[in-house]
């Protein structure tokens, strides 16, 4: 009895529950009612448990001697009995039909849809997540990986498609998630209220690396993002100073074009993520690294510590040109 | 505890036909879940007849002939089914060999005509999802009807050597109870593959 | 029609002409099962086989625990490099597949073959060579899958083994043969069982028995046999159509050729969804069973909880959809499971109120057995709330997949099945062994269970908030999921060492426990009015029943039938209805053929991952193995 409290008492932490990827830390309308709508069914329900203990604990009090026939029963208590079990049934129907009620409620508001919005497709491969910034016009569209930046306040409609197995995209403080499906699109839209980076992570078991398949969505003013569209959209800088020359080299001459792009270079591969401004990013490996000079490094030295079973191969490389390589791609801002 | 003898049931007989038998009751169990197998593929082939634009996907649907002329044979089975249920409840043993040795000879006459359509099928199981299904649902109704044959085979054999008696004829009807499952189940299928591309 | 009515052989000796001790013994020489090994694998004694399906049931549970044991050591800490990925996979996949395919499904069955016999009053169960058959099929297909994880390659694409991550191109190798033809083989035991559960409850109850007299643990798993015999065919077509994909280039989870990804989660969730309650009905029929014998008085709303159980089983087949919230269907149909995945709390809920009804009248006995079903409201009804929140669509879309759910279901399983199955062990353990389970060592057990599970399960509803994903190997320290990961970890420790009491309370009492006698709980049901352990024939003479607790109501004397054959396997098989006397039925002596079948089957199973031709010959073998099973050998079955 004593730890029904202890197990009540530990519901407090949940009002702590903040965090980058919490469910009821959120920052967009869609998290934010379904966060809501949480707490109406979580209060409901946590009355409906403790009377319902409540009720359990007043019944273990013995009522009866020990000597009556088991089989007797009172025909006027049985009668009270039926009745307050009916009565039970009937508030349990009545409280079933006032959660579906809200869902209903919720689920409409959820899933409405704006016109004309920002539209990005995101496409699970194992284990990333290529951004596609569609656009009317065909010059404008652009493509990058694990990193979706947003303006603030304003919808953005993701369609979600995978290339090759199941994942679910997944930002708990900015929406529900949604699975991407091979062969099917999905699409749901969401929205930043504030300022941020928030994050999200692959909601849907898609093999050895379904622990390390993670994307940021970067919230920034209007006028901000439209100031990283625009240097996403343009080609790869040209390196600037003499490392950067040589890395650029070492990348060109090595098995990195096989499945890389770098946009407005030879390098066209379609297999992984395209690292025209992959200096620009927060995050490496599908968030799984901060994006410094040296875990850059480490990352194509040994993909494979990082990430087992990642379809980036161990390369065999020198320690200088690698500095080089590694110099060359902090250059794509 | 002291027993009170309240009962007497030695005068009860040692076997029962139909419902009466539990045998009866194992074999519409088994009916039961293979009906609900048949009806899970049948509703995995509508689910993607459906979800595709085209369907049959890109082939033709498959010649009536083999399967019309394998619907009537096995709606026909059914009359010499009913005597050998029939003469078994009565226990003719006569009766019951003749009419088993019909129904064993349908039911090859059957499995014949089954796998002259698997030969001249549009489709290859490997072609496409239509003809993958096309196929699955074929060869699961096959396998029933196989089962079925071999099994009043086994009861052909058993009726002309020494167990011919007895309890036996009450096997003799749950074996017509289960080919008639079998016969039964094919008609949606054959509506369903056949004719439904047709419409 | 004619009628077969056999004279009865005036030689033959009957139950009427001998009683004591003389009739216990000749009945069990003519039901029992011979000595040594070619007995022991011929026999075809329900008790004997149900022992050592509970007992192989509990292995897999051990087995499977210690799976999650490893995967809690990992989880304990983030970025831990305890256990790579590969083998992380395996252990999830295995955790949930030997849980749910070879360990709740089985162990329940397995007490049904233990105990609905008795429970009904009759002899053995119906098909007892077919009951036989479904054991050795388990057993071999739970070897199976753990050979071929012992020798690392264990199934990896988890229990749930979703297209196209399962298919040919993303799982290549044999892993995913393995668990396709594993789930197969065994669903074709569970589904033989539950035929032949259905067959018993239906013929074979004791004469007098009548529908409303029947004891609310064999309408349980009455019950649950239909909802088996109507979810499990769907996983077998899926599993089937897996490996055709698999093997021979079907395309039927294709979508470049037509087929579809999704149309696999509709054929698992068929199944999966009913699978809950197959694990749960009977579980509820253990809970019935427990309060009525330690409430001393008979149950309160027979008729609601029976209706309640029908109810279960139907609306269990309409909610499958809730597992497939978040894939983009139509918002419509989600929104109507949504309605009917609310609808079975109502079912769930009348249960609930007429158990507490039932202690709230009685007088409740604080025994073991009882505290465990205590424990079961506690968790059982917290789980079953927190179901309401998966089955509202907005809400999901948050919840799915993470370690919400794994809280949510574990609540569900653990509470509410495995609860009620410790409960009904040391309710039934005396009937099984002769001797009770230690109590002293029984309370420690529930409380470290207790304690033990919350701590480590309830954490997991805030870790799942926060924003874990399940079936992670590792996470980030940056997340901030650390703490309760530990604390889990910790708790799920604890609740696993409550087993390790558990079983050296099973293994110590075996030989040291109280002696039970026939009936150490003064319980209602038939399966107490005979010794304990229950001789070959389970019942000297078949008692007729006149009220639904007949031990409670005939205090004196027990009314039998009489005129069963003492030198044959007679028993006595009744109308549907009524439980009316009807046939003398002669039961199946042993046979070594079910087990020959069950090799043969097996081996054509593994075989077939290998070539597809192992299909056509094994089935010859099996067949030629199944002719010598039902040819009648001897004079004795000849009469039969």
């Given amino acids: ?333 | 505890m002291r027993h009170d003898p309240v009962l007497d049931v030695s005068k009860l007989p040692t076997y029962g036909f139909g419902h009466r038998s539990p045998m009866w009751w194992g074999t519409l169990g088994f009916c039961t879940l293979e009906g609900m197998g048949f009806a899970i593929a049948i509703g995995a082939y509508l689910y993607l007849s459906f979800l595709n634009p085209q369907w049959p996907l890109s082939v033709p649907p498959p010649d009536l002939i083999w399967a019309s002329l394998l619907t009537i044979l096995l709606i026909i089975s059914i009359i010499p089914n009913y005597l050998t249920q029939k003469f078994g409840e009565e226990e003719n043993l006569a009766k019951v060999r003749v009419y088993l040795v019909v129904m064993s000879v349908l039911g090859f006459v059957a499995i014949g005509i089954r796998f002259l359509e698997f030969g001249r099928l549009h489709v290859k199981w490997d072609q496409n999802a239509y003809g993958s299904l096309l196929w699955a649902l074929l060869g699961l109704h096959t396998t029933h009807i196989i089962t079925d044959v071999v099994d009043t085979l086994v009861l052909t054999a058993l009726m002309f050597t020494r167990h011919g008696h007895g309890k036996r004829f009450s096997d003799v009807g749950d074996n017509a109870f289960y080919w008639n499952f079998v016969v039964l189940s094919w008609l949606p299928m054959y509506a369903l593959l056949y004719w439904g591309p047709r419409l | 029609m004619s009628e077969a009515y056999a004279a009865p052989d005036p030689k033959e000796l009957r139950d009427h002409q001998i009683g004591g001790p003389e009739l216990t013994a000749r009945l069990a020489k003519t039901w029992g099962t011979e000595k040594g090994l070619l007995g022991a694998l011929s026999t075809v004694d329900h008790k004997i086989i149900g022992r050592r399906y509970i007992i192989t049931a509990f292995l897999f549970l051990f087995l499977a625990g210690l799976a999650a044991v490893a995967m809690r050591l990992q989880l304990a800490r983030p970025e831990s490099r305890l256990i790579g990925p590969d083998l992380y996979n395996q252990l999830f996949t295995m955790h949930g597949t030997t849980m749910m395919f070879l360990f709740a499904v089985p162990v329940m069955e397995a007490f049904a073959v233990y105990l609905v016999p008795l429970m009904v009053g009759t002899r053995n169960i119906a098909f007892p060579r077919l009951n036989a058959f479904s054991y050795y099929v388990y057993v071999f297909g739970g070897l199976m899958i753990w050979v071929a994880f012992m020798l690392n390659i264990g199934a990896d694409v988890g229990w749930f083994a979703y297209v196209p991550l399962s298919g040919p191109e993303f799982s290549p190798g044999k892993r995913a043969d393995i668990w396709a033809q594993m789930i197969t083989f065994t669903e074709v035991s569970a589904l033989a069982v539950a035929v032949e559960i259905v067959v018993t409850v239906l013929k074979q109850r004791a004469p007098g028995m009548t529908l409303d007299r029947i004891p609310l643990f064999v309408w349980s798993v009455f019950i649950t046999s239909f909802l088996i015999i109507f979810a499990m065919p769907a996983v077998m077509i899926a599993s089937t159509f897996l490996i055709l994909d698999r093997l021979i280039g079907t395309h039927i989870f294709n979508p470049a050729e037509g087929g579809d990804a999704l149309l696999w989660q509709h054929l698992f969730w068929f199944f999966g969804h009913p699978e809950v309650y197959i694990i749960f009905l009977p579980a509820t029929g253990m809970v019935s069973a427990i309060i009525t014998t330690f409430s001393r008085r008979r149950t309160f709303g027979y008729l609601a909880l029976v209706l309640s159980l029908i109810a279960t089983g139907f609306l269990s087949f309409g909610l499958w959809v809730h597992h497939m919230f978040t894939t983009g269907l139509p918002q419509l149909g989600a929104s109507f499971f949504t309605a009917s995945s609310m609808l079975i709390a109502i079912p769930n809920g009348i249960q609930i109120f007429c158990w507490i009804a039932t202690l709230w009248d009685g007088r409740p006995i604080f025994r073991t057995p009882l505290l465990f079903v205590l424990g079961f409201f506690f968790i059982f009804v917290a789980g079953g709330l927190s179901g309401l929140i998966l089955a509202s669509v907005p809400l999901d879309t948050q919840v799915h997949d993470t370690y919400f759910v794994v809280a949510h279901f574990h609540y569900v399983l653990i509470g509410g099945a495995v609860f009620p199955l410790l409960g009904a062990v040391y309710y039934w353990y005396p009937k099984i062994v002769g001797r009770l389970l230690d109590e002293r060592i029984g309370k420690w057990h529930f409380w470290l269970a207790f304690v033990g599970f919350n701590v480590g399960f309830f954490p997991m509803h805030i870790t799942g908030l926060m924003g874990m994903p399940r079936r992670i190997y590792t996470y980030l320290p940056e997340m901030g999921w650390g703490n309760l990961n530990l604390l889990s970890s910790v708790g799920t420790l604890v609740f696993f060492f409550s087993f390790v009491v558990f079983l050296w309370n099973v293994v110590s009492s075996a030989k040291s426990g109280a002696v039970a006698g026939d009936n150490p709980w003064d319980a209602g049901t038939l399966e107490w009015a005979t010794s304990s352990p229950p001789p070959p024939q389970n019942f000297d003479r078949i008692p007729v029943v006149t009220n639904r607790e007949p031990l409670w109501a005939e205090r004196e004397k027990l009314p039998v039938a009489t005129g069963l054959s003492v030198e044959n396997r007679e028993l006595i098989v009744s109308t549907v209805t009524e439980a009316r006397a009807d046939i003398r039925e002669t039961s199946p002596e042993p046979s070594i053929w079910p087990l020959l079948a069950a090799i043969a089957t097996g081996v054509t199973f593994i075989a077939s991952i290998f070539t597809p031709w192992a299909v056509v010959w094994g089935s010859a073998i099996v067949g030629v193995a199944l002719i010598a099973w039902f040819w009648p050998k001897g004079a004795k079955e000849d009469e039969a």
């Fill in chain 1, 1 to 333: 009895m004593r730890l029904r409290i202890v197990s009540i008492a530990s519901l407090v932490p949940l009002a702590g529950c903040k965090g980058w990827q919490s469910a009821l830390d959120t920052h967009g309308p869609g998290a934010t009612s379904l966060e809501k709508l949480f707490w109406i069914f979580l209060f409901i329900l946590t009355v409906v448990w403790i009377l319902t203990m409540l009720g359990l604990l007043v019944a273990l009090r013995a009522r009866r001697d020990a000597a009556t026939d088991p089989l007797a029963v009172d025909a006027t208590r049985e009668r009270t009995m039926t009745r307050t079990v009916a009565t039970l049934v009937g508030l349990t129907a009545v409280t079933v039909l006032a959660l579906t009620g809200f869902s209903y409620a919720y689920q409409k508001r959820l899933f409405d849809r704006t016109e004309n919005v920002l539209t990005i497709k995101v496409t699970g491969h194992q284990w990333w997540w290529q951004v596609d910034y569609e656009d009317e016009q065909p010059n404008r569209t652009f493509t990058t990986a694990n990193e979706i930046h947003i303006p603030v306040g304003e919808p953005v409609r993701l369609k979600l498609e995978a290339s090759d197995v199941i994942h679910s995209f997944w930002v708990p403080s900015l929406m529900g998630k949604m699975d991407n499906i091979p062969g099917r699109q999905n699409v749901i839209e969401l929205q930043a209220d504030r300022e941020g980076v928030y994050r999200g992570q692959c909601a849907e078991f898609c093999g050895w690396q379904h622990a390390h398949m993670a994307m940021l969505i970067v919230a920034k003013p209007k006028a901000e993002f439209e100031n990283w569209k625009n240097q996403q959209i343009a080609s790869a800088s040209p390196p600037s100073d003499d490392a950067q020359k040589r890395g650029e080299q070492v990348f060109f001459t090595s098995p990195c074009v096989m499945c890389h792009s770098v946009r407005g270079t030879s390098a066209g591969g379609r297999v992984g993520p395209d690292l025209t401004h992959v200096g620009s990013r927060l995050t490496l490996a599908a968030g799984t690294l901060q994006n410094t000079r040296g875990n850059l490094a480490a990352w194509i030295v040994d993909p494979q510590r990082i990430k087992p079973g990642t379809n980036m191969p161990l390369m065999q490389i020198n320690p200088q040109d690698l500095d080089l390589l590694v110099s060359y791609l902090e250059g794509l801002k």
